[in-house]
Antibody, heavy 117, light 110 residues
Framework: EVQLVQSGGGLVQPGGSLRLSCAAS????????MNWVRQAPGKGLEWVAN????????HYLVSGRGRFTISRDNAKNSLYLQMNSLRVEDTAVYYC??????????WGQGTLVTVSS | QSVLTQPPSVSAAPGQKVTISCSGS????????VSWYQQLPGTAPKLLIY???KRPSGTPDRFSGSKSGTSATLGITGLQTGDEADYYC???????????FGGGTKLTVL
């Protein structure tokens, strides 16, 4: 069974940094594009970033460019999101998602990031 | 303001049919496949439809998807109270070089 277990959320002050992690099991992690998708409280889904199988191609939400960095370690079956210069509007539940648009997509349980002073 | 436009809410009676529209442009829906997601309260989204009209295993055939030009539609027949959820469309946007979602549609089964 495929599992995506997320960690690293929490409370951070505006301007601070946070690193989210997503550990995958039960499948060949290195075969899939991986994504981060977020959802602010009471709001809709917003895609944040994605990365291809070997990490050579990355794409970002416009507001995240220069602040967020997506990366992966296929040897550790892990996905990461380094978030710097955090803003209040980055407050959301962040989901790790495997193969967002494919039949065999999987979502992590979500982790809450709260940016507040 | 989402790139893809969905109605904020739709409603229908149990057993009836409902459609949810998703409107975009040539840089997103017009040139890429569309997926649909269902999000039940307090849970992570679940894929309902991919590649415009394909159902992953586990999606009942009461759910259908279609695309025409720069718009896509999710159809649900034989509505059940368990279908009450938020529904999102999503696709790739060539101009933004990123994924875009609709703002979501809340389905109420009266």
């Amino acid at each position: 069974e495929v599992q995506l277990v997320q960690s690293g959320g929490g409370l951070v002050q505006p301007g601070g940094s946070l690193r989210l992690s997503c550990a995958a099991s039960g499948s060949t992690f290195s075969s899939y594009w991986m994504n981060w998708v977020r959802q602010a409280p009471g709001k809709g889904l917003e895609w944040v970033a994605n990365i291809n199988q070997d990490g050579s191609e990355k794409h970002y939400l416009v507001s995240g460019r220069g602040r967020f960095t997506i990366s992966r370690d296929n040897a550790k079956n892990s996905l990461y999101l380094q978030m710097n210069s955090l803003r209040v509007e980055d407050t959301a539940v962040y989901y790790c998602v495997r193969a967002l648009f494919a039949a065999n997509t999987y979502w992590g349980q979500g982790t809450l990031v709260t940016v507040s002073s | 303001q989402s790139v893809l436009t969905q109605p904020p809410s739709v409603s229908a009676a149990p057993g009836q049919k409902v459609t949810i529209s998703c409107s975009g442009s040539s840089s997103n829906i017009g040139n890429n496949y569309v997926s649909w997601y269902q999000q039940l309260p307090g849970t992570a989204p679940k894929l309902l439809i991919y590649d415009n009209d394909k159902r992953p295993s586990g999606t009942p055939d009461r759910f259908s998807g279609s695309k025409s030009g720069t718009s896509a539609t999710l159809g649900i027949t034989g509505l059940q109270t368990g279908d009450e959820a938020d529904y999102y469309c999503g696709t790739w946007d060539d101009s933004l070089s990123g994924v875009v979602f609709g703002g979501g549609t809340k389905l109420t089964v009266l």
